[in-house]
């Protein structure tokens, strides 16, 4: 049995029906497949099972909370390629690493490349319970987050070329009147337009306007021209 059945209180607790959330397992060891499947379930998960990385990878994306239980010792991509390859595809998806042939420096290299977890075999339940928890409320939390950033980012690019310019001066500290000489409008122009961002992005003071502009600036990818934001 490669799990030990150690249920501590923690682990009871765990028994109470869960949100919406998905445990995927990816070990070729058909045992530990079915050791973490009876877990998992009885902690009040949803489990998904896959003998290797390539049945993993052609499975259905899901929205919703989810984590990977990652053997790193695989028949075909190993686990490490796969922590690379999803950190590019899926990014909220927090990885717990297992294996039975455990050393530091694959250890090391797994956490830097953002791991969750890293856990030698035979395996706890109470420990992999609790790491799991812990994977699906970061999962649960990154996941949140994008949301509200993608509302921000509706709001942004329902804002004219001019809102955006004079968001950006607005926000970095400029006065009306420097705006619009910056901009070559007028006082009550500008005041229109700065009326007209603080409505359409839902801000109900500056400082939130300088949060939500920090948000997007944190959130822009290099390649992603319609968030282009002045400076």
């Avoid at 990977?68 to 010792?73: E, N, S």
């Avoid at 991509?77 to 990014?91: A, V």
């Avoid at 839902?202 to 939500?212: H, M, N, Q």
Wanted: with cysteine; charged share 25%; aromatic share 6%.
């Amino acid at each position: 049995m490669m799990v030990h059945q150690k249920v501590s209180a923690s682990a009871a607790s765990a028994r109470v029906p869960h949100e919406d959330a998905i445990v995927f397992v990816v070990d070729d060891d058909i045992s530990v497949r079915e050791s973490l499947e009876m877990l998992i379930r009885h902690a009040g998960w949803t489990s998904k099972m896959f003998a290797c990385a390539q049945e993993f990878l052609a499975h259905p994306r899901q929205n919703m909370p989810r984590c990977l239980v990652l053997d790193v010792t695989l028949p075909d991509l190993n686990g490490l390629d796969l922590q690379r390859s999803l950190s590019i595809d899926q990014p909220y998806m927090p990885i717990i690493f297992i294996t039975g042939y455990g050393d530091i420096p694959t250890s090391v290299q797994a956490m830097k490349a953002g791991a969750f977890e890293f856990l030698t075999k035979p395996l706890f339940s109470d420990v992999l319970l609790a790491s799991i928890r812990g994977a699906l409320e970061r999962s649960r939390k990154a996941l949140r987050e994008e949301a509200e950033l993608d509302v921000l980012r509706d709001c942004y690019a329902s804002l004219t070329p001019r809102e955006r310019e004079v968001m950006e001066l607005v926000t970095s500290g400029y006065l009306n009147k420097e705006i619009g000489d910056e901009l070559g409008i007028s006082v009550i122009t500008v005041k229109a337009h700065r009326g007209s961002v603080m409505r359409k992005m839902e801000a109900e003071s500056l400082a939130e306007l300088v949060g939500i502009n920090a948000r997007l600036r944190a959130a822009m990818q290099p390649k992603d021209e319609s968030f282009a934001l002045h400076t």
